[in-house]
């Protein structure tokens, strides 16, 4: 016994130091042979002391007495074992997966994963309802072995092409070595993705100690005491290799991209290159330094005048803004920077984008800009074609460069000029004769529709929030006050101008026009407040209305359009312009009464919030549509030759006459006809009266007031 334990301690010691080393097939004949040396009872003994079950050593005796040969190397048992592979034991297992992932080109149209993610679970609970079990692992060895992958899209689509491009592209880089061959500096610019300021959830991750991540809020839309965005403009100096983020706090807006480049002008660039005559700018085709826009042009006009450069500008074409230098040497190393971090405040922003460095040794400074930039603001094209702009023989729409104005010339406005310019636009406005009542009253008005005026804007912030108001910076971010907006809309009411006047007359756009005049003609119809129109005043040029309103227009060259002022001539009205004014003003008051009615008949009610309520630029006014009807009645003339007149069409004019009628028909108002019929509307104005000078604009002045 003593020496079967000692044999038994032996093979124990044998078998710890030789079975991490073998394989499967080798354990088991490693087992026989120990087993047989042992003799009777060595199966159960090698079991116990080896750990397994008695069959794997009795299976390793079976072999070593059948002698089977070696198997080959590297493998530890017979070809041909195990289970059937799950493509063996169903053939259409593999079409059936391949029809669900396969693009829907080429694969099923009506597959039922077509709008749905094609994980392996959805594909392999899909095919378990085919009748074809199968697991998620084995799903993901088919797809592999078919040669599929897991793939995210590829941005590589950059839509229709222009012709131009890569001539654009060629020129562009052209322009680029010219001016850095002559030390000149060469920028590229372009606005960075509009960023929320607060504890609020930002991309990315970042090394932080375990299970302490940074709390934030769960919406990423006002939330919080206070919520405010900053808009980073960035420019960076090609041949510098530095940059300047000017982060602004109002409006991406044209102005706003000449300031970030004016800034940068005067706190750089002009140290790094004090002998620099030109400045060359590469953008993007769209954004806030689009070069569609007016206002991007002028403010670089203006920046040119004020630093003494010559400055050129090259846009990339359309739809390829992703070579902009500045989006990857730039930008992405600031979002790379502040990843998973929240941007809490104005300083983190600032220190953020300053900290930004690259193994090229990029430089960053960043700045802060509080200054208010408004949208709404408008450059006519008369201002545009009076700018020095000269557009280059390639392509001038995307190139142009813009000279400054020497000393003799006359610098084009700047954005704290045509804000002093507007402010006194509308004080000209507050003229009596245009407004048809007193300052008291007119400042009556604006108070009386206060109120209403709050309390629709807070609606509309309300539904542009989403919810309750959260704390603001104070700023006034609109181009027009609520009392301007007023203002407008009496001068609109009253017919003195058209929009298009207002427009160039205020330098906003029509669609902040449109909005105000809308916004404001709706309180005033609800509080049944009246504007009477004035008479024979219809203005078509802001010149004209300026000239009038400060009396230093020409005496020979009167506001109105002469066609207009020649109709009222007495022989074809059959009474002087005194008594035609008498009757004019008579008349319209009850015409556009009448006019309402019937439209309040043909809406079927009152008219509903959200039309257009009347505000566009009507083709005559009131008063010509009276003046018409006389004329129409006198029968001193066709109806084409009077629509030829007006310059209308021959239906809106005859509407207009049917509208009419029936007022002078109430009144029992008798238009006796002419003596002479004119056949042209040459014919009829030269049998008018010519005015001598000064009687025209005297006249038109005593008609307003």
């Known amino acids: 016994m003593a020496v079967l334990d000692g044999f038994g301690a032996q093979l124990a010691v044998r078998l710890d130091a030789l079975l991490p080393h073998l394989n499967e097939r080798q354990r088991r004949l490693l087992f026989g042979v120990e087993a047989r040396l042992l003799g009777h009872g060595g199966i159960r003994a090698v079991a116990q002391l080896a750990g397994v079950s008695e069959s794997t050593v009795r299976r390793g005796v079976s072999e070593l007495k059948s002698g089977a040969d070696p198997m080959p190397a590297g493998r530890a048992r017979q070809a041909g074992g195990g289970r059937s592979r799950a493509e063996e034991r169903d053939p259409g297992l593999v079409p059936a997966l391949l029809a669900l992932v396969e693009p829907d080109e080429r694969g099923d149209p009506c597959s039922p994963l077509r709008w749905t993610t094609r994980s392996l679970r959805h594909l392999s609970a899909e095919l378990g309802r085919q009748g074809r079990p199968v697991s998620a692992m084995t799903v993901g060895r088919l797809l592999k072995a078919n040669g599929f992958s897991l793939q995210g899209t590829a941005k590589t689509l950059e839509g229709d092409q222009h012709p131009d491009r890569d001539a654009q592209f060629r020129y562009l880089n052209q322009q680029v070595k010219e001016h850095q061959a002559a030390r000149q500096p060469v920028i590229s610019v372009d606005a960075k993705k509009k960023e929320q300021v607060g504890l609020l959830p930002m991309s990315g991750r970042e090394w932080r100690p375990c299970g302490q991540p940074i709390q934030v809020e769960d919406h990423s839309f006002f939330a919080g005491p206070r919520v405010d965005t900053v808009i980073p403009y960035g420019i960076y100096d090609l041949t510098a290799n530095t940059g300047w983020v000017n982060v602004g706090v109002d409006h991406d807006t044209a102005a706003f991209a000449v300031a970030s480049i004016r800034a940068w002008w005067y706190a750089r660039g002009r140290l790094d290159y004090p002998h620099a005559t030109r400045l060359l700018i590469t953008a993007d085709a769209g954004g806030s330094n689009s070069y569609r826009y007016r206002l991007w042009k002028a403010e670089l006009a203006a920046f040119a005048a004020q630093a003494g450069l010559t400055v050129t500008v090259c846009h990339f074409p359309p739809g390829t803004s992703k070579w902009n230098k500045i989006e990857h040497r730039l930008f992405s190393h600031i979002t790379t920077n502040w990843r998973g971090r929240p941007l ?139 009392a301007d907006e007023v203002l407008i809309t009496v001068v609109y009411l009253r017919q003195i101008c058209p929009q298009k006047v207002l427009c160039d007359l205020l330098g906003i756009n029509p669609v902040t026009i449109g909005q105000a005049i809308k916004a404001t003609r709706q309180l005033i119809d609800e509080q049944k407040i009246s504007i009477t129109p004035t008479v024979v005043r219809y203005f078509t040029h802001a010149d004209d209305l300026r000239a009038w309103t400060t009396n230093a227009g020409p005496a020979n060259h009167p506001p109105t359009p002469p066609a207009r002022y020649r109709l009222t001539d007495p022989r074809l009205t059959g009474m002087n312009r005194e008594a035609l004014h008498t009757l004019l003003e008579e008349l319209i008051v009850p015409y556009a009464a009448a006019i309402e009615q019937r439209r309040h008949r043909q809406r079927g009610g009152d008219r509903r919030l959200g039309t257009r309520a009347g505000v566009f630029r009507q083709k005559i006014t009131d008063s010509d549509r009276i003046l018409a009807t006389i004329l129409y009645r006198r029968r001193v003339c066709t109806l084409d030759t009077l629509a030829e007149l007006f310059d209308v069409s021959r239906s809106t004019l005859w509407n207009a006459i049917n509208d009419v009628l029936p007022i002078l028909d109430d009144r029992r108002i008798t238009i006796t006809p002419a003596q002479h019929r004119h056949a042209t509307a040459i014919d009829l104005l030269a049998s008018t009266e010519q005015p001598p000078p000064g009687t025209h604009a005297a006249e038109n002045r005593q008609l307003v007031s």
Do not use: F
């Open 344 to 482: 809490t405040s104005h300083e983190v922003v600032l220190n953020t984008i300053a900290a930004t460095t690259t193994q090229t040794g990029l430089r960053v400074e960043a700045v802060l800009d509080h200054g208010a930039y408004p949208t709404g603001i408008a450059v006519s094209r008369d201002q545009l074609q009076a700018l020095p702009i000269t557009p280059h023989a390639e392509h001038g729409q995307w190139n142009y460069s813009i000279a400054p104005t020497g000393a003799n010339d006359t610098a084009p406005p700047r954005a704290d000029q045509r804000a002093t310019a507007r402010t006194q636009a509308l004080q000209m406005l507050t003229d009596p004769r245009l407004t048809g009542m007193t300052t008291t009253e007119l400042d009556k008005l604006r108070a009386g529709l206060a109120p209403a005026q709050a309390a629709r804007s807070e609606q509309h912030r309300y539904v542009l929030r989403g919810g309750r108001r959260v704390a603001t910076t104070g700023r006034s971010r609109s181009l027009l006050s609520d």
